[in-house]
């Protein structure tokens, strides 16, 4: 056996690999073996499964929205506190991972004592969460068309699993503010509707509501007004944003649209209001108090756990 | 002074923020809003200025910097009484140290989450630019500054790009350094090119004044403190530093042909013989104590580190231009196959050309030529460093950017909604305010279509049950009162067949003061309980001084609740100038709350009027016309009018 095989000379390089020393061998199993294991390393950890559930975050601008978003990340990454926020022009997709402590509805029925449920404590659920911006001007462009492509999405994993609409109810008193939030709201909800009912039409397969969580922001505010008083305040004004809606001008391209007998939020007939929506059209919406900024306590995150909550509910 | 200096992404979350003094997040919010979504304020063509763009709110100044390739925004804000000419050149730092150091960390998912311990470099930078200018006394910082900003731009605009803003810090910073071991140095090139005034070296001389200070503090320190294995290691790398600026400085040699930028080289050609020898020493004389003192030696190394970094990107700045010149063939089949492929980042070379036919398509489009322009170089300001999708092609990006950004120009930021508002004139919901006719004047050119449209909103208001008076305060041209006469009966008929609203006109005959009738009308209308006053006022060229200028009398006199005016699609280029004037005409404070656009029948999709109107007020489009009949007005859909444009 060439032992004393030359390892200069290119020849000598080949020869030696050839005929079956150690150290050839030694290399062949470990480029047989490790490749894969490589190849595995390489390409699934990068995609390493992304969570299925999305939800979209929604709301005027100001309403803090990138505020609860960074809030979540926050507590996930255990980081110290939240970075401070200004006024979004993009919207950004993150992943955020549930406290083990927020029960998901999957794991509604399990026994306290279910061995599964300490794995999750290990290994907490994760969802996505989309940003958009707030603004007046990108509100259409990102906002509800993110919504409109994400309930339509086919494939599981970009399917919208809830919206979160977020209000700023230490604001809502104003009336701009108010007009402008049920504005919002009310074009979100008609989108919703016109989804619920055009599912209806086709499988039922993919027919999966998608509720709606107003999360009134800023609780922990003095001038803020009760969640119960918010959703007062926003049915009486989409009522009347439907009223208007129904008396107001076609756009310039409704011309060779047909008549769209359901562009109206709700039944024609009665009063809006959240109840009926589920009865008659089976899209749930939920208003939850709570505040991204709470100073009192000291774990941060305190005030959003009946939002987790929710979230963990729709999972 | 500085008051604060913040790091934050496009989707709003601040990454890292420094303030001396509390600013309230509403400044930067509104710098965010006013300037790069609404686009209200305009900033000055970056590139040809050379400093970075200025926007004010409140007593504050704002400055800042955006790098698109990671989506950031600088922003440096400084109270607006204080003259720091030297924020442009701490963006520009700042922003190259902070990519540099967080590459990394900036693409993965955690870009958010995680902390940015940046504070040291930008305290060192801060320090440094003020050591710079601040040495000597407040004028002498206004005087280095005017004659330092035509020297960058100077700098900057020459026609071979080499030069790099950034290594003009660098430089400064090194030049003292050889002041301490060398007097008869600092009348040396980079002074050579300016007046030479007593003041700079005077300048000069003050700052390796408080280096030598703090140099020999820091190794008085150097006994006291046990060096780790770190610190030691990173003086490695400031050695290495010294030896990369030498190398730079082959390079560079090489590329520049200025007679300035030779001068240039010369200095850091000394400073490297220089400074770089102290620099050993100190190493060699720590290493052998093993201590080191935490404080300010830190500092000094940071400044190496910090100056190494913006170094690197400035060569690799150098080398790119150089590059372009020399391997232009294999880029270009490169670009040829990107192109096709995707994958290509765009340079305005590449946009040039496409720019241009799309400017050529929006100016066939009847967008006013300013308006396209704007619209073009906004395109290009968001496209160029981007990279193109997957088999897209330069036109499609930019078809796409396009699309997206007319379509913010055309959105409002308040979707105005006119019967709700009515409603909460004429019927309040508050106690206290008392219930008024809502009051809506219409003005505009001459036969734009002011009587007809007024015509067409009074239909519509009549349709939804609203008592309407028209007042005719068009005093002037002979018919108008009679025409509008005419619109009102056949109103009034209509209505009374459909049994819907009413209708009345007002009318006090011709010659009187059109802000008296308007005024008088508003009363008689809150008198005889009126929900909606609609007033038709006499057409006015918009160049005429005398009679725009009673246009101010009038929305005093009526206040009205909303001042539309009337544009035809047919106008071109004057759009933009019919807008501005009728919306500084109305005084301070009043502007005009919205566009009717008349005769959109006349124009097939040549529609850019819209964007013309829009572009110069940024007050969006209520309504328009689009035919002969009452009912022939429509509420802008967005969409349809980019489709339109975009065809």
Redesign the interface.
């Known amino acids: 056996m060439g032992s004393q095989a030359d390892w200069n000379s290119f020849g000598g390089v080949v020869t030696s690999l050839l005929d079956g020393n150690a150290v050839a061998i030694a290399i062949t199993a470990l480029i047989a073996f490790g490749l894969p294991v490589l190849l595995h390393l390489v390409f699934y950890r990068s995609a390493a499964s992304p969570p299925s559930s999305n939800f979209l975050l929604l709301g005027p601008?100001?309403a803090g929205k990138?505020s609860l978003?960074?809030l979540l990340?926050?507590k996930s990454?255990l980081?110290?506190k939240p970075?401070?926020?200004?006024?979004?022009?993009?919207?950004?997709l993150?992943?955020v991972s549930l406290p083990p402590s927020v029960p998901t509805a999957s794991n509604r029925f399990r026994s306290v004592n279910d061995p599964s449920l300490k794995d999750v404590s290990r290994n907490p659920v994760k969802y996505r969460l989309r940003?958009t911006?707030g603004?007046?001007?990108?509100r259409?462009?990102q906002g509800v068309s993110q919504l409109l492509s994400m309930s339509k999405a086919k494939d599981v994993k970009s399917k919208l699993r809830g919206v979160i609409f977020m209000v700023d109810t230490a604001a809502l008193s104003e009336?701009e503010v108010l007009?402008?939030t049920a504005?919002y709201l009310h074009d979100v909800l008609l989108t919703l509707q016109k989804r619920a009912l055009n599912k209806g039409k086709a499988s039922l397969k993919t027919a999966m509501e998608i509720p709606v969580l107003v999360a009134a922001n800023k609780q922990d505010l003095f001038t803020a007004l009760p969640p119960n008083s918010v959703r007062e305040r926003l049915v009486a004004e989409i009522d009347?944003?439907r009223?208007?809606?129904s008396?107001?001008?076609?756009?310039?391209?409704?011309d060779a649209a047909v008549g769209d007998e359901d562009d109206i939020l709700g039944t024609e007939d009665t009063p809006f209001n959240f109840k009926l929506l589920k009865d008659e059209i089976g899209l749930k919406v939920d208003i939850i108090g709570g505040a991204v900024r709470d100073d009192n306590s000291d774990d941060f995150g305190s005030g959003v756990r009946k939002w987790e909550e929710w979230i963990g509910m729709c999972l | 002074m500085l008051e604060a200096f913040e790091i934050l992404t496009t989707s709003g979350v601040v990454l890292w923020s420094k303030s001396y003094a509390p600013v309230g997040p509403h400044i930067v919010n509104s710098l965010i809003n006013d300037v790069f979504i609404e686009e209200k304020v305009r900033p000055q063509n970056p590139a040809t200025s050379g400093t970075s763009p200025i926007y004010r709110k409140e007593k504050y100044t704002l400055k800042w910097k955006r790098v698109k390739d990671f989506n950031l925004i600088f922003v440096a804000v400084y109270q607006s009484l204080l003259h720091l000419g030297w924020i442009d050149k701490l963006l520009d730092n700042i922003s190259t140290i902070f990519i540099d150091l967080y590459k990394n960390e900036m693409r993965s998912a955690r870009a958010r989450t995680i902390e940015y311990p940046f504070d040291k470099y930008f305290d060192q930078q801060v320090r440094e630019l003020e050591d710079n200018t601040g040495a000597a006394t407040e004028t002498l910082v206004d005087d280095v500054e005017d004659k330092k900003d035509p020297f960058v731009s100077s700098d900057n605009g020459g026609p071979p790009p080499p030069p790099v803003p950034g290594l003009l810090p660098a430089q400064l910073q090194a030049a003292p350094g050889v002041a301490t071991s060398d007097e008869g140095t600092p009348p040396r090139s980079t002074e050579n090119s300016r007046p030479s005034t007593p003041n700079h070296i005077l300048a000069a001389k003050m700052g390796p004044g408080g280096r030598l200070s703090r140099r020999a503090r820091k190794s008085a320190n150097a006994n006291t403190n046990v060096s780790s294995g770190e610190e030691s290691a990173r003086k490695g790398k400031a050695a290495k530093a010294g030896k990369k600026m030498r190398t730079w400085n082959a390079d560079g040699l090489a590329d520049e042909d200025t007679g300035e930028i030779l001068d240039y080289s010369a200095t850091p050609d000394d400073v490297g013989v220089g400074v770089p020898s102290p620099a050993v020493e100190d190493v060699t004389q720590e290493s052998m104590g093993r201590r080191t003192g935490k404080g300010q030696f830190v500092l000094k190394d940071l400044g190496e580190e910090v100056h190494s970094i913006l170094e690197n990107a400035d060569s690799e700045k150098a080398k790119s231009t150089s590059s372009g010149f020399m391997g232009s063939g294999f880029n270009a089949i490169g670009g040829l196959l990107r192109n096709i492929v995707g994958g290509k980042v765009l340079t305005e070379a590449d946009l040039e050309k496409p720019l241009k036919t799309m400017e050529d398509h929006l100016l066939k489009k009847n967008v006013a030529r300013e308006a396209a322009v704007r619209l073009c170089e906004g395109v290009q300001r968001e496209l160029v460093g981007k990279k193109t999708g997957n088999f897209q092609s330069v036109d499609a990006a930019l078809r796409i950017a396009m699309e997206s950004s007319l379509s913010k120009i055309l959105t409002p930021t308040s979707s105005l909604d006119l019967l709700r508002e009515i409603e909460a004139v004429t019927s309040p919901t508050n106690k206290q305010q008392t219930p008024r006719p809502y009051v809506i004047s219409i003005v505009g050119v001459n036969g734009v279509g002011k009587s007809t449209n007024l015509g067409k909103i009074c239909y519509f208001l009549l349709q939804n049950k609203y008592r309407v008076l028209i007042a005719a305060c068009d005093t002037f041209r002979s018919g108008a009162v009679e025409q509008l006469r005419v619109h009102a009966n056949n109103l009034k008929e209509l209505s009374s067949r459909e049994n819907v609203g009413e209708v009345e006109l007002y009318e006090k005959g011709y010659g009187k003061d059109a802000a008296n009738v308007a005024k008088d009308a508003v009363e008689y209308g809150a008198a005889n309980k009126f929900d909606v006053v609609l007033i038709d006022t006499a057409g006015r060229r918009h160049n005429d001084q005398r009679l725009m200028s009673s246009l101010e009398k009038f929305a005093k006199f009526a206040n009205p609740n909303k001042i539309f005016m009337v544009g035809e699609a047919l106008v071109g280029t004057d759009s933009v100038m019919q807008a501005r004037n009728f919306n500084h005409a109305f005084g301070t404070g009043r502007n005009l709350d919205g566009f009717i656009i008349s005769k959109c029948d006349t124009v097939g999709d040549m529609v850019g009027t819209l964007v013309s109107m829009v572009h110069a007020t940024g007050i969006p489009i209520v309504f328009l016309g689009v035919g002969q009949h009452y009912g022939d007005l429509r509420g802008l859909s967005v969409p349809w009018a980019v489709n339109l444009l975009m065809r």
Do not use: F, N, Y
């Open positions: 601008s100001g990138t978003l960074s990340e926050a990454s980081s110290k970075k401070s926020t200004h006024t979004s022009q993009s919207s950004t993150t992943v940003d911006p603004h007046g001007k990108l259409w462009e009336d007009r402008d504005i009347r944003i009223w208007s809606r008396k107001g001008l076609m756009d310039a391209s409704a």
